[in-house]
Structures are given as structure tokens and as C-alpha cells.
């Protein structure tokens, strides 16, 4: 009975989660498909060691600036669920804005490889210079490791894990031919 119980929560979970997820999802290709056309975004992806090609490994896109650039990809802006999985803030007036603008964006994946949280890099000067996605229904910050799905069969092969503090840590190692390290 214990098991049943277990397996029809985590079943419930699952199926709360699957539109927010289909949301990430849109989101992330939506970040990705504005990196092409960021000149910036791109130098300063150059700048730092990075091609084309481990971007896209990584996912890695670049939340434009605007308000609601997001309104783009998503006919309803005024979905609430685009509030619950932090990827559309409310302020006190009411008024709804996109958490992220003007940043690179890291997708951060699930075991399964779903986009369930993004972290946001300022590209010069500002704060805060990493802007992450809150606590969700799908993302636990304390329970996930940037860059796992991708090192998976890396650790495998080397035996071990290299655990490192952010993302730029984990693409740039990756970058450089070190392809069994996550971030916390």
C-alpha cells in the first residue's frame, strides 16, 4: 500500500508538471533561436573560449531585451503557469514582465533531459550577474546538477565526477575536453 501511495504521488507529480515543462521547452528553443541573431551575445560567448558548437550541446541561448519578449513564443502571456515555472514575474501593480532579459541563458535539465529551470548571465556590467530561476514545481534548486545530462556517460567512462561552482565553469571544461564535470 506504501508503494502504491508512493507511485500514484510521483505519478500525480508528473502529470502536474508536464505543461510547465512543454513551457520550458518552448522557452529554451525560443532563447536559443535569439542567440543567432545577438552579435553580442555571441562575442562575448567567443570571448570567453566558447564555440558554436558546445552552445549548442549546452542548450545555451539569450533572453533578449523587453519586457515581454516571451509574449513572441507565447500567445497568452497572461497564462499563470508562465508565473508558476518563473519565467514571468507579477509586481505589485499587477503588471507582468519577463524574469529574464538581456542575459545569457543556461538551461539547467532534469534526468530525463526537460528543461526545468534557466540561469541568466548579465553580459557586462549589472546586477545580479547570475539571475536564476526560482524554486517550482519542477525546479528544487538543492536537488539538481547543472550539466548532469550531458556528463552522464563522461563520468561513466572516468569513474568520477568533477563538481564545480557555475555554469561558465561547466562549458568551459567542456570547451577544453573535460566532459565529466557539473556545477551545484
Sequence with gaps: LLAATAISIYQA??????????LMAQAARFYQQQLKTAPEAIDYLKQRGLTGEIAKHYGIGYAPPGWQALAEVFSDYNLAELE?????????????YDRFRERIMFPILDQR???IGFGGRVLGAGEPKYLNSPETPLFEKGRELYGLPQARQAIRDAGFVL??????????????????????
Design 84 to 96: 508558476t515555472c518563473g519565467l514571468v514575474i507579477r509586481n505589485e501593480a499587477g503588471r507582468r
Design 113 to 115: 533531459s526537460n528543461v
Design 13 to 22: 507529480k508528473r502529470a502536474e508538471a508536464a505543461p510547465l515543462t512543454e
Design 163 to 184: 563538481v564545480v561552482e557555475g555554469y561558465m565553469d561547466v562549458v568551459g571544461l567542456a570547451q577544453a575536453g573535460v566532459q565529466n564535470v557539473v556545477a551545484t
